[in-house]
């Protein structure tokens, strides 16, 4: 069937970082359709094989592929690292939209140009390089550090976002930049805006920290609108499948969106 305004979009992520891009994506388009897919079995991705996740990328294209959504967005940066193409050949002519263009954008590009931006990500994301290739496509004379942040995830998953272990690992891990007066710092993997605060503490001012959630809900907006599939009439909705263990998962979901989230069902993708 082909997809129309009112098929929903398609978001997924390793887990619940993803819903940091739900929650910028429902407050610009509330009019639209949601379906998320959270891998809360195979979380975290960032610490596996470039392979692996794009054969778990490509089972949950498939999956959303058969709910008919009219968009892909590829909330996780991990995946948009290893398998935006793959994922991207395998929808056709759904449109697909990854978290990294959209950050790396926003890291260069005026009104906001920054000389030195650092990256933070998964060893995966890090490892790829593939932030710092998309900034410098975009200027080549932005000089980029990253750092792999890999305990972030698992710390995310278990709700510690803002307590003392939080805020120790985070100062562990952002030392380094802490010297490299850097402009801007980008949140590459989208389990970490829910560390925001901290984050923004440890840095202090002088650094943007930039979250992509928003400029991936202006990028959905303009192509959807763009491909005439933009559902303006809606009355909304969310529907969220995942892995394993709905129930913790909705707890989560329900205290990061801060609203009641009526239906996580278990699917099996694989
Ligand atoms: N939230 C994901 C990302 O943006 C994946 C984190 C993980 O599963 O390691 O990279």
Redesign the pocket.
């Given at each position: 069937m082909k997809p129309s305004p009112s098929s929903p979009i398609g978001v997924f992520?390793?887990?619940i970082?993803?819903l940091t891009v739900v929650k910028s994506v429902m407050e610009r388009l509330p009019e639209e359709h949601i379906l998320y897919f959270g891998d809360t079995a195979r979380?975290?991705?960032?610490?596996k094989s470039m392979e692996t996740v794009r054969e778990y990328a490509l089972q949950i294209t498939d999956f959303l592929l058969r709910r008919n959504v009219k968009m892909i967005v590829i909330?996780?940066?991990?995946?948009?690292a290893a398998a935006e193409q793959d994922v991207r050949l395998r929808a056709g002519e759904i449109p697909v939209i990854g978290?990294v263009e959209a950050g790396a954008r926003v890291a260069a590009e005026a009104p906001h140009p920054h000389s030195v931006v650092g990256v933070i990500?998964?060893l995966?994301?890090v490892g790829s390089g593939t932030y710092e290739r998309s900034i410098k496509a975009i200027d080549s004379s932005i000089q980029v550090f990253s750092k792999a942040c890999?305990l972030l995830?698992p710390l995310a998953e278990e709700g510690w976002v803002d307590n003392d272990v939080a805020l120790l690992t985070l100062e562990h891990y952002l030392a380094d930049f802490k010297t490299k007066a850097l402009d801007a710092l980008i949140l590459?993997?989208?389990?970490y805006p829910l560390f925001k605060e901290g984050i923004a503490q440890v840095m202090g001012e002088g650094t943007r920290i930039i979250d992509s959630a928003d400029a991936v809900a202006d990028m959905v907006d303009a192509r959807l609108r763009a491909a005439g599939l933009r559902n303006t009439e809606g009355t909304g909705g969310f529907e969220c499948f995942v892995s394993d263990k709905p129930q913790r998962f909705q707890t989560l979901a329900e205290r990061f969106l801060g609203k009641a989230v009526h239906r996580v069902e278990i699917v099996n993708v694989s």
């Open positions: 992520d390793s887990g970082g993803g979380v975290p991705y960032g610490i909330a996780c940066n991990t995946v948009s978290v990500g998964t995966a994301t890999p995830v590459g993997c989208t389990h």
